[in-house]
């Protein structure tokens, strides 16, 4: 397939901490032009299902997908994994431990942010959680820009919810081994998200690369809506160095919050494998190819 394809394999529904459910997403990758779309949502699949038939009713060609939390050397990065057959118990059982320890963490947040003053946090963001398993520090955002703490959730991350700041409560995720190997047992391809996000040294950046990649790893984000142009590149000359396929996803949560809107980020850089290409016999619903297309591809 080209590597221009209008691919979108990282956004978010009510199933973890997206605005949108999963019905309303495809309808709006449809209608912005994607033409292979996959629901990312935080350690969770219970999306998948309503994601995929609702891609089908649009003709719309879809891939299964998650992003986990993982800690890796003090930090938390964020494993995408796509094509995975969803009803793979170790991977079910995995994501379930990953998200396991989200409600305790909640509630220690919402202690932090008392001590500064802010009361009922704990409440007031699970009302925006449309999944109590998946209460995410974005609900807590939303909750602390509704009682006009701050005026935005970029805000909110700037002087809460982050190391050193109130509200922050250190978390221990699954491994980067585990997170890795669950997706590919599961027969998906398992991709390094927005790795310019991550205050790693350069040293410890190709640990994670290196690590990620001895333990079946296949792909990086080179372009998302969490990098730059410049980032873009620098990340292409990453997965050339590492060997690594290349995905591309905006990362889209929500209309109000979003700077990067479904599928309109520009092409991946040249000379890339794009992750898709690992992946065409797990995408559902094809797109249909002319008999006139397939005789000129040869196949
Ligand atoms: P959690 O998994 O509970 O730690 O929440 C992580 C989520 O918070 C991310 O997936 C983003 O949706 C959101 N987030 C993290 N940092 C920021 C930021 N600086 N601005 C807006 N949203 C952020
Ligand atoms: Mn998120
Ligand atoms: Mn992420
Ligand atoms: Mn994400």
Sequence with gaps: MSSTLNADL?????????????????????ANGVALWALTDHDEIGGQQRAAAAA???NLPYLTGV????????????????????????????????????GQRAMEM??????????????????YAGNHALISRTHFARFMVETGVCRETNEVFRKYLTEGKPGYVEHRWASLKDAVGWITAAGGVAVIAHPARYKFSANEEYALFSEFKAHGGQGVEVVT??????????????????????????DFHSPQESHT?????PPLPAKLTPVWDLLTDRIQNPAHQTPAASAATGR
């Design 10 to 30: 990282h956004c978010h529904s009510t199933i973890s901490d997206g605005t949108l459910t999963p019905e309303a997403l495809a309808e709006r990758a449809k």
């Design 56 to 58: 089908a009713a649009l």
């Design 67 to 102: 992003e986990i939390s993982v800690t890796f050397i003090h930090q938390t990065v964020h494993i995408v994994g796509l094509g995975f057959d969803p009803d793979n118990e170790a991977l079910q059982r995995g994501l379930l431990q990953t998200r396991g320890g989200r």
């Design 110 to 127: 919402a202690e932090s942010l008392a001590k500064v003053g802010i009361h009922g946090a704990y409440e007031g963001a699970l009302k």
């Design 225 to 250: 809506g969490s990098h730059t142009a410049a980032e873009y590149l620098s990340y292409a000359d990453t997965a050339r160095e590492f060997g690594l396929a290349a995905s591309r996803g905006s």
């Design 261 to 265: 809107e479904l599928g309109t980020l």
